[in-house]
């Protein structure tokens, strides 16, 4: 998701409450961060954060980091959650690939990318949020029984993450390519583009991945 730049996107955010602010300090501090000792879980590219922060307000137990690179998607994402009552969400602005600089390894519970950018040219590979190169980001933070969970309606970014996983060193331990009529669509919760490319007819694909 691209929007235009957003004239004083970078100085609201830098001044909001909901914010991680300095996030390279936070690594192995993220307990202090959110007070408590529950469960992290965090969402890579959650674009205007619909479905990071409705978990959040489902799952008061866990607590939720939303992970977006560009300031002006983020901003919108803050204008939501000004609106809303939680205590277990934060955002970032940073770029994924510096993950394993903000937590420490087992900080993390989960990673979700959702409807990730295809990046189809095959010279841009890496950049994919399913590439070897970033699950080698997530294996550094995760716990050891943690998961990568993906969803999106591009097919040919689903068959390679189904490939590039394992070559990873990764086991993908459920997949469908239809999620909304699958057992695994029980309780799935949409994200903006879900609900944009699921109206139009589009299957929604979805694989969850755990460590060999
Ligand atoms: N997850 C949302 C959804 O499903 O509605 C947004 C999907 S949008 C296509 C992908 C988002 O991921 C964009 O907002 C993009 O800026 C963000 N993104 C892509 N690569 C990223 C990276 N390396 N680090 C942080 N955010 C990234």
């Known amino acids: 998701m691209r929007l235009r730049h957003i004239p004083g996107s970078e100085e609201e955010i830098a001044g909001s409450p909901y914010v991680v602010h300095s996030p390279f300090e936070k690594k192995g501090c ?3 961060v959110f007070g408590n000792e529950n469960p992290i ?3 890579v590219g959650m674009g205007k954060g619909r479905f990071i922060m409705e978990l959040a307000a ?3 137990e866990i607590n ?3 992970i977006e690179r560009y300031p002006s998607v983020l901003l919108r994402g803050l204008q939501k959650r000004a609106l809303l009552e939680l205590d277990n969400i934060f955002f970032m602005c940073v770029d994924a ?3 394993a600089d903000i937590f420490a390894p087992g900080e993390v519970q989960k990673v979700y990318l959702n409807f990730s950018d295809p990046w189809p040219k095959d010279r841009h590979a890496k950049r994919r949020l399913t590439s070897e190169d970033f699950m080698a980001v997530y294996d550094q933070i995760l716990t ?3 998961t990568v969970e993906f969803k ?3 097919k040919d970014l689903f068959e390679y993450s189904l490939e590039s996983i394992p070559r990873a060193g990764w086991l993908v331990k459920e997949f469908t390519y239809d999620l909304h009529h699958s057992q695994m669509g029980e309780g799935n919760v949409m ?3 879900e609900e944009k490319f699921s109206s139009q007819g589009n299957p929604i694909y979805k694989l969850i991945a755990e460590r060999k």
Do not use: A, M, R, S
Request: no cysteine.
């Open 30 to 32: 993220w307990k202090e």
């Open 144 to 146: 050891t029984d943690g």
């Open 97 to 99: 690939k510096n993950l």
């Open 152 to 154: 999106t309606d591009n």
């Open 58 to 60: 489902i799952h008061p």
């Open 191 to 193: 994200t903006e583009y």
């Open 41 to 43: 879980e965090i969402e």
């Open 64 to 66: 939720y980091v939303g």
